[in-house]
Nanobody
């Protein structure tokens, strides 16, 4: 599996913003696939945040209203996957992971981690008041 590399995490105050980046060119330039972001808070299971279907660019968020604050996107060169996070609160504190899997995973597995076989090492996001 090709390595995914995240960056951009850090500590912010409530209401602040962060943009996470993930080097994912091998996946973004393929004909199909599902790439996206997951997070894992202390003592909780890893869960989906947002994913993008590579072939058509469709995006999915969990829960769906998270799209009011978070935006998943890619750069025009199809080399980097982003997660723009706005209006952050304490519940957003977690380790955030970039992941990739087959395109069907966007439709049938997300927000579960099932069938997402490629993972980054994670980047920590901490939101404090």
């Amino acid at each position: 599996q090709v390595q995914l590399v995240e960056s951009g995490g850090g500590s912010v105050q409530t209401g602040g913003s962060l943009r996470l980046s993930c080097g994912a060119s091998e996946y973004l330039r393929s004909d199909s696939g599902c790439v996206g972001w997951f997070r894992q808070a202390p003592g909780k299971e890893r869960e989906g945040v947002a994913v993008m279907a590579v072939s058509d660019g469709r995006t999915y968020y969990y829960p769906i209203d998270l799209r009011d604050r978070f935006t998943i996107s890619q750069d025009s060169a199809k080399s980097t996957l982003y997660l723009q996070m706005n209006s952050l609160n304490a519940d957003d504190t977690a380790m955030y992971y970039c992941a990739a899997g087959p395109q069907m995973s966007c439709y049938t597995d997300f927000p579960s981690t099932t069938n997402f076989g490629a993972w980054g090492q994670g980047t920590q996001v901490t939101v404090s008041s």
